[in-house]
């Protein structure tokens, strides 16, 4: 969101990151399957990353995530297929190819705030600037949550 760090997914199921405008790279690798989908809290200072049934949280506060083990967030039962920070940076949404939905404040502590499930898998999640969570899954579905309440 500050233009100053670009992350992208690889095949080679690790993330590769460069910092702007400085153009220096690395790679964050580890992971069991491909990460996607990624998400970036607003402020820049995390990055979330799914795929697997965890969820990967990297801070970026000072120096980076080089050499340091990220925050995992361990609920979903299939892989994460949809990830969204709320506005405020405080809340993280995620879900899941077995269709939960839920909701993390992964800065106070690595438990579920909120559960929910989708029909279907979730493909597409979205806060309003009003708190709601809004999910869309794979059969055009669309489902709104209070889920800051």
Same mark, same amino acid.
């Given at each position: 969101?500050?233009?100053?760090?670009?992350?992208?997914?690889?095949?080679?199921?690790?993330?590769?990151?460069?910092?702007?405008?400085?153009?220096?790279?690395?790679?964050?690798?580890?992971?069991?399957?491909?990460?996607?989908?990624?998400?970036?809290?607003?402020?820049?200072?995390?990055?979330?990353?799914?795929?697997? @049934?965890?969820?990967? $949280? %990297?801070?970026?506060? /000072? #120096?980076?995530?080089?050499?340091?083990?990220?925050?995992? +967030?361990? &609920?979903?039962?299939?892989?994460?297929?949809?990830?969204?920070?709320?506005?405020?940076?405080?809340?993280?949404?995620?879900?899941?190819?077995?269709?939960?939905?839920?909701?993390?404040?992964?800065?106070?502590?690595?438990?579920?705030?909120?559960?929910?499930?989708?029909?279907?898998? @979730?493909?597409?999640? $979205? %806060?309003?600037?009003? /708190? #709601?969570?809004?999910?869309?899954?794979?059969?055009?579905? +669309?489902? &709104?949550?209070?889920?800051?309440?």
């Amino acid at each position: 969101p500050n233009a100053r760090v670009i992350a992208c997914a690889s095949q080679e199921a690790t993330i590769q990151f460069w910092r702007l405008p400085s153009g220096e790279d690395s790679r964050m690798a580890g992971f069991g399957a491909k990460p996607r989908p990624l998400a970036w809290s607003p402020d820049s200072l995390f990055l979330a990353c799914g795929g697997e @049934p965890s969820i990967a $949280v %990297w801070s970026f506060v /000072g #120096e980076g995530p080089e050499g340091k083990r990220p925050l995992v +967030l361990d &609920c979903h039962r299939g892989p994460v297929a949809a990830l969204a920070y709320a506005s405020g940076g405080r809340l993280l949404a995620s879900g899941a190819r077995d269709g939960g939905v839920v909701v993390w404040k992964p800065r106070d502590h690595a438990r579920p705030f909120r559960y929910a499930f989708m029909d279907e898998a @979730p493909t597409q999640l $979205v %806060w309003t600037p009003s /708190g #709601e969570l809004i999910g869309c899954d794979e059969a055009g579905g +669309l489902v &709104c949550w209070e889920a800051t309440k």
